[in-house]
């Protein structure tokens, strides 16, 4: 498969619950990203990663933990959420961290309840 | 402070009408302006790159312009299935330069 795939695609869970998303990419490239996407908000950067090492915590919530464990997978860990967490949540790559020409993934539709 | 904004929210176009998106952006220095499209439930697919005042790109219906201060994105004889949310984004040269800041976005309509 190629391209950024993001598992799963819709997530409906509570405020105590713990989940995991999961972002996988298969094009070679060194950067990975978290962005959020809310309602008439422009995407907000989240994370990134850049050969594996995080370079960017852009002011989120310690209840957001994102983890990559090699070049091609990322993961972004939720626990205690709060209900205006409810996003999209979208994982991208490019070949470089300062590559703007961003792949994104199909996202993650959260809905905390 | 990094700043992008899209006008206008939304447009309606008729099939074949013809009109241009507009990115108007502020930044310490420009690295890179970045066209994306997004269907509704995915994310973004990225259209173009510009680079310096001046510089065009084009792809099929659509061509992207750059001056110093705004993007174009200018939509000719469009089809229904140009209908999308287009989103704009900026980077910087140096400092955090990995950084996308991007627009809201504008969506477009267009009809049959």
């Known amino acids: 498969e190629t391209g950024v795939t993001q598992t799963p695609r819709h997530l409906v869970m509570g405020m105590t619950n713990k989940k995991s998303l999961k972002c996988e990419q298969h094009?070679?490239?060194?950067?990975m990203y978290w962005y959020k996407q809310s309602a008439k908000k422009p995407l907000e950067l989240m994370f990134v990663y850049s050969l594996e090492e995080r370079v960017e915590n852009n002011s989120v919530p310690s209840r957001f933990s994102p983890e990559c464990p090699n070049s091609s997978h990322l993961f972004l860990h939720l626990h205690t959420l709060q209900p205006e967490d409810s996003a999209l949540y979208l994982c991208?790559?490019?070949?470089?961290?300062?590559?703007?020409?961003?792949?994104f993934g199909s996202g993650t539709r959260l809905t905390v309840v | 402070e990094d700043q992008v904004t899209q006008s206008p929210e939304a447009l309606r176009l008729q099939e074949g009408e013809s009109s241009s998106l507009n990115c108007s952006y502020t930044?310490?220095?420009?690295?890179?302006l970045f066209w994306y499209r997004q269907d509704p439930g995915k994310g973004p697919e990225f259209l173009f790159t510009?680079?310096?005042a001046g510089e065009e790109k084009e792809k099929e219906r659509l061509k992207a312009t750059l001056t110093k201060k705004e993007s174009f994105l200018h939509i000719t004889a469009p089809k229904p299935e140009d209908s999308a949310t287009y989103l704009c984004a900026v980077q910087a040269s140096g400092g955090s330069n990995y950084k996308l800041t991007f627009g809201k976005g504008t969506l477009l309509t267009v009809n049959p």
């Open positions: 930044v310490s220095g420009l690295r890179g």
């Open positions: 510009l680079y310096s």
């Open positions: 991208a790559s490019s070949q470089e961290s300062w590559a703007g020409g961003y792949t």
């Open positions: 094009l070679g490239h060194n950067a």
